[in-house]
């Protein structure tokens, strides 16, 4: 099997700097699986590398799309595996790196995607009806497991979810788990970690600088252009909660206590997903062999025979 190493974890856990090590250890070359960072523009927000950041490692999955693009799983899974490819062709390390998982686990296991029904305009316009809060009630009492794993920002996920379980009396779930998720690649996959407490101060520290560095600029340039907070690339945390900002429904405080708090919860949840979803290997960051016991991982898997 091809050999691919996976790097995951929430926001502000310190996974940009130890993907560039490890990539500069073991000649990797980087595949950003963030549903966010795919897109032009969508620089602060998300958190994305910068230039001088990747240190001359080579990263793809970046800067892909226009804002008011649409970009799916499949698209993703589609792209990855194009790179893995093309990154194993020149004898280097495939390296995912990200914190989306269902992007992730898509791309190394035999995932499969079934087509979305679209011929029910009165079950849509149902869905349309409801608040992103009610679409995510009504789930969590049809498919716990994909109100679970689904952002609650994420409306066109929350919808689809929705309309399979009305539309064929299955569950997202029970189709994902209806396929054998054989993984078709090799994959280590590490996870960062830190302390909850350690890990929940560095995300509000990390929201504060962005403000810093120009999230409301960011904002309003992106509208400015055209991009409105109905497009799926406004759905990512550190976007979506600017609508209410924008309308004077919140102060700029309240605005970064919502960021702050979305982030925390996403944690959270990014750590139960992962945890449930995938065989994966935490490593603390906050071990100051951290780097250490981690190349000595890698170093194992590359010499384990298939």
Known sequence: MKKVLVLVGPTAVGKTDFSIELAKQFDGE????????????????????????????SHSCIDILEPTDKYSVADFQANAREKIDEILSHQHLP????????????????????????????LIKKYESMNNEELL?????IDPEQAQAIHPNNRKRLIRACLIYDTTNITKSEIIESQEHKPIYD???IGCTLPRELLYERINQRVLKMIDLGL????????????????QAMQGIG????????????????????????????????????NNQTPIH???????????????LIENWRNRSE
């Open 30 to 57: 980087i595949i950003s699986g963030d549903s966010i960072q795919v897109y032009r523009g969508f620089d602060i927000g998300s958190g994305k590398i910068s230039k001088e950041e990747m240190q001359d490692v």
């Open 95 to 122: 390296m995912i790196v990200g914190g989306t998982g269902l992007y992730i686990k898509a791309c190394i296991y035999d995932y499969t995607f079934e087509k979305q029904p679209d011929e029910y305009p009165e």
């Open 137 to 141: 009630d009504y789930l969590q009492t």
């Open 187 to 189: 994959a280590l996959i």
């Open 216 to 231: 409301l600029d960011e904002i309003k340039s992106l509208l400015e252009k055209g991009v409105t907070f109905n497009d």
């Open 239 to 274: 976007y979506r909660e600017w609508s209410k900002y924008m309308s004077k429904e919140m102060t700029l405080d309240e605005t970064i206590a919502e960021i702050q708090k979305h982030s925390r919860q996403f944690a959270k949840r990014q750590y139960t997903w992962f």
């Open 282 to 296: 935490w490593v603390d960051m906050s071990d100051e062999d951290a780097i250490k016991k981690t190349k000595e």
